[in-house]
């Protein structure tokens, strides 16, 4: 049973290009969260999806990014225009999603991005 | 200040000795978990404790939570070389989605 699967592990963006970070959840997982970490910090939550619907994206800028998980394939953070500031770490985590939400979440590997 | 605030912010001990860290946290929980991350990796989940838990035990680790303190400390005794990692709590918040994570304890452990 595979774990959560993120790729790619390491991207490298110059900036104005689109970046576009996948994750494949656990089997028979059906939340998804994303989350950015900048070197030396906690996890900062950016949205939290369950199939084809955003639940809770509070934590993700306005402009620029964007997020999906459609019924078929891997969730998708999408960031447009990237920018220096851009270059972190992106978590994927997944969650069975029969409490609500509120319950275990297991991670990705994560994507590396640097924005040159 | 950010809910799930951990303290201390990094700590190194000898291997065999006891490992206490804090995280404090603002608004009503429904759990708290703790996590650990190796360097350049995911997290992995240690021990998930419900609002109405006060001590949890899983192996050399154990976990308690004061909820008229708002805060909870994760303790890993015996401490081994390999336990050498950042700590996280993550926190919940009652009526919502979202984990919220502390900056994280950076714990070494010297053989």
């Known amino acids: 049973n595979a774990g959560v699967m993120q790729n790619p592990r390491h991207l490298v963006r110059r900036r104005g290009q689109e970046a576009r970070l996948r994750c494949s959840p656990m089997k028979g997982h059906s939340h998804v969260y994303w989350y950015r970490q900048l070197p030396e910090e906690g996890l900062k939550f950016m949205v939290y999806?369950?199939?084809?619907?955003?639940?809770?994206e509070s934590g993700m800028p306005k402009e620029r990014f964007s997020a999906e998980f459609p019924k078929e394939g891997p969730s998708i953070l999408r960031i447009q225009q990237v920018v220096r500031g851009d270059s972190a770490a992106y978590f994927c985590?997944?969650?069975?999603?029969?409490?609500?939400?509120?319950?275990?979440?297991?991670f990705g590997p994560g994507t590396r991005l640097l924005v040159l | 200040s950010q809910q799930g605030e951990e303290d201390p912010q990094a700590l190194s001990i000898q291997e065999g000795e006891n490992a206490t860290m804090n995280c404090s946290y603002k608004t009503s929980i429904n759990n708290l978990q703790w996590y650990r991350q190796n360097s350049g990796r995911g997290l992995v989940h240690l021990i998930l404790?419900?609002?109405?838990?006060r001590e949890k035990h899983s192996g050399r680790l154990r976990v308690t939570l004061d909820t008229s303190k708002k805060s909870s400390s994760l303790l890993i005794t015996a401490s081994r070389a390999a336990d050498t990692a950042s700590y996280f709590c993550a926190t919940d918040s009652t009526g919502g989605f979202k984990t919220i994570f502390g900056a994280g304890t950076r714990l070494f452990v010297k053989a």
């Open positions: 999806l369950q199939k084809e619907n955003i639940i809770d």
């Open positions: 985590a997944s969650s069975p999603g029969d409490t609500g939400g509120q319950e275990t979440q297991y």
């Open positions: 404790i419900r609002s109405n838990e």
